[in-house]
């Protein structure tokens, strides 16, 4: 889809790139983490994510939102982004104050644009039918005060996604949102999964700036005037200083949190919440597990019986279901079964897919041990 299928659409992306992705340590640390890592193909997740947006959106109006220390490698990697668009955070404060600065930077340029936020780690295997769901998301977000998620099918009872409850269902398959609910227990996803009404929240959201202006000053009362003020003072000396000053004040709280559940709570014939189902083949990478899967299922690399080996040789025997990047020496698996191994210059790390999520709670430990050098 070329941009000319959006004549009428102003698309403003705003990528939110500054986790840490520590679930993929030992490859993902602090000064270069998930989001600048090639894990999916040659181009870094966050390079894919401009490059999947970018024949619907001109360069010069994409935003990218990280932390000082990513700031440079962003820059980096995106040379086509305006530097000054490529905005650092003083501290970290979750995505909601990333959000809210985004609409009121926005709302102070272009209040009718569509502004679009969109992780940087994210896979979309089918970029013709991306295109069309966001069409569908621009025409849907400017016609009224919408604000519209993407939704994902869910495959199974997954605890560390929130979920979207479908309601009353409208033309070409859009549903109000009768109720978000943000990361439930494993009981509460199961019900939701068997139910069939529930869609993952994808973390996409599009709604004209003026409208997610509008929603952070409902419902973040507190955070929003200082949102404001950075706003004000972009493109003035006085910029840097006044977002030193003022973000750490903000709340530290997701958008699903600050707005997406408590909007939902007026009912779905107020809130302006709409889903749209998203079938382009999702994933949002979140373990080594996750991309063994991906990798698997589109059959890069693969060897022996559901084996995926990132090495310049290996030797197989009896062993299946493993996930191997030793980029550096021939691997020889004997007998083992559902091993994720992950060598880089410094860590060696062995771990069973079943239980990789644990990964981040290792470098948790490593960061109270004060081993920096590892993390």
């Given at each position: 889809m070329s941009q000319t299928l959006l004549p009428h659409m102003d698309l403003r992306p705003f990528v939110l790139a500054g986790g840490?992705?520590?679930?993929?340590?030992?490859?993902?640390?602090?000064?270069?983490p998930k989001q600048l890592l090639a894990l999916d193909?040659?181009?870094?997740?966050?390079?894919?994510?401009?490059?999947?947006?970018?024949?619907?959106?001109?360069a010069d109006k994409f935003w990218v939102v990280t932390n000082e220390t990513l700031r440079e490698p962003i820059a980096q990697q995106l040379p086509q982004v305006p530097s000054a668009q490529i905005l650092a955070e003083p501290v970290a404060r979750n995505t909601a104050p990333a959000a809210g600065l985004a609409a009121f930077l926005l709302e102070r340029q272009a209040p009718d644009a569509?502004?679009?936020?969109?992780?940087?780690?994210?896979?979309?295997?089918?970029?013709?039918?991306?295109?069309?769901?966001?069409?569908?998301?621009?025409?849907?977000?400017?016609?009224?005060e919408n604000i519209i998620v993407l939704g994902i099918k869910p495959t199974g009872p997954e605890t560390g996604?929130?979920?979207?409850?479908?309601?009353?269902?409208?033309?070409?398959?859009?549903?109000?949102?009768?109720?978000f609910t943000e990361k439930p227990n494993y009981t509460r996803a199961e019900e939701f999964v068997a139910s069939g009404r529930y869609y993952w929240n994808s973390g996409m959201f599009l709604g004209t700036a003026r409208t997610f202006a509008d929603a952070f000053r409902e419902h973040l009362p507190e955070t929003s005037p200082h949102l404001e003020e950075i706003a004000l003072a972009f493109g003035t000396p006085e910029f840097d200083a006044t977002f030193a000053a003022l973000y750490p004040k903000?709340?530290?709280?997701?958008?699903?949190?600050?707005?997406?559940?408590?909007?939902?709570?007026?009912?779905?014939?107020?809130?302006?919440?709409?889903?749209?189902?998203?079938?382009?083949?999702w994933n949002d990478l979140g373990s080594w597990a996750a991309l063994y899967e991906h990798r698997l299922s589109r059959q890069q690399n693969v060897e022996g019986s559901g084996n995926v080996i990132e090495a310049p040789a290996?030797?197989?025997?009896?062993?299946?279901?493993?996930?191997?990047?030793?980029?550096?020496?021939?691997?020889?698996?004997?007998g083992v079964d559902n091993l994720v191994v992950v060598e880089t210059e410094d860590v060696l790390l062995i771990t069973t897919r079943e239980n990789c999520q644990e990964v981040g709670k290792l470098v948790k430990t490593l960061q109270q041990e004060q081993k920096e050098m590892l993390i």
């Open positions: 840490s992705g520590t679930r993929f340590w030992p490859r993902s640390r602090r000064a270069h193909g040659e181009r870094s997740m966050l390079q894919q994510t401009v490059d999947r947006l970018e024949p619907i959106a001109p569509v502004l679009g936020l969109f992780p940087a780690d994210h896979v979309i295997q089918n970029q013709e039918q991306f295109h069309a769901v966001l069409l569908a998301a621009c025409k849907l977000a400017t016609a009224a996604y929130g979920y979207i409850e479908a309601g009353e269902k409208l033309d070409a398959g859009t549903f109000r949102v009768r109720r903000c709340e530290n709280i997701s958008i699903d949190y600050a707005v997406l559940e408590p909007r939902s709570a007026k009912g779905e014939h107020r809130s302006h919440l709409y889903c749209i189902p998203a079938n382009f083949g290996s030797s197989l025997s009896e062993a299946s279901g493993n996930y191997v990047h030793v980029p550096s020496r021939h691997v020889a698996l004997v």
